[in-house]
T-cell receptor, first 110, second 111 residues
Framework: RKEVEQDPGPFNVPEGATVAFNCTYS??????FFWYRQDCRKEPKLLMS???SGNEDGRFTAQLNRASQYISLLIRDSKLSDSATYLCVVNIINGNQFYFGTGTSLTVIP | DAGVIQSPRHEVTEMGQEVTLRCKPI?????LFWYRQTMMRGLELLIY????????DSGMPEDRFSAKMPNASFSTLKIQPSEPRDSAVYFC?????????FGDGTRLSIL
């Protein structure tokens, strides 16, 4: 079983829509969680960390459900510039083992 | 501040040749990671170092792959001999704790 699993999509949504991605992880000892964004032919870049109480950064909201072992990313009021692949990342030991999901592809349509 | 620097950005070579990828981590970061990304398999961790010492190389596909980190500011990933199935984007990332910061990657094509 993979450490981190994501729905690969693709998700095609109109501008202004709200879209949500989920990611499940298998190791209950997972400590830290992140969402990265990767544009086509570019490197992954940190979008936001995911905190236990949930956190928001503008149009983006991240949530963690430890009991069910999943994290989510909600994007409100989608922009064309949000089109990218979103990778969820789980860290098992501080600074050490990072596990990346395979990514969820999002295309925002005009 | 300079980010993670990788070279070359692109490499095209014939199978059987030796390939060396280079990485300079962000100054002060004590972890360095090498990843490979393909459409089929996504982002795969190959090896990572802590304070220049290899910690986990279980992701290195075969003996043809080797990685070194002679000092805190430099690491190499070498493939010898290279094969067409090694074609991928290779990323280096560094961190101090978390999260990781990625370089631009090396796009490798083995003909």
């Amino acid at each position: 079983r993979k450490e981190v699993e994501q729905d690969p999509g693709p998700f095609n949504v109109p501008e202004g829509a709200t879209v949500a991605f989920n990611c499940t992880y298998s190791n209950s000892a997972s400590q830290s969680f992140f969402w990265y964004r990767q544009d086509c032919r570019k490197e992954p870049k940190l979008l936001m960390s995911v905190y236990s109480s949930g956190n928001e950064d503008g149009r983006f909201t991240a949530q963690l459900n430890r009991a069910s072992q999943y994290i989510s990313l909600l994007i409100r009021d989608s922009k064309l510039s949000d089109s990218a692949t979103y990778l969820c990342v789980v860290n098992i030991i501080n600074g050490n083992q990072f596990y990346f999901g395979t990514g969820t592809s999002l295309t925002v349509i005009p | 501040d300079a980010g993670v620097i990788q070279s070359p950005r692109h490499e095209v070579t014939e199978m059987g040749q030796e390939v060396t990828l280079r990485c300079k981590p962000i100054s002060g970061h004590d972890y360095l990671f090498w990843y490979r990304q393909t459409m089929m398999r996504g982002l795969e961790l190959l090896i990572y170092f802590n304070n220049n010492v290899p910690i986990d190389d279980s992701g290195m596909p075969e003996d043809r792959f080797s990685a070194k980190m002679p000092n805190a500011s430099f690491s190499t990933l070498k493939i010898q001999p290279s094969e067409p199935r090694d074609s991928a984007v290779y990323f280096c990332a560094s961190s101090r704790g978390q999260p990781q910061h990625f370089g631009d990657g090396t796009r490798l094509s083995i003909l």
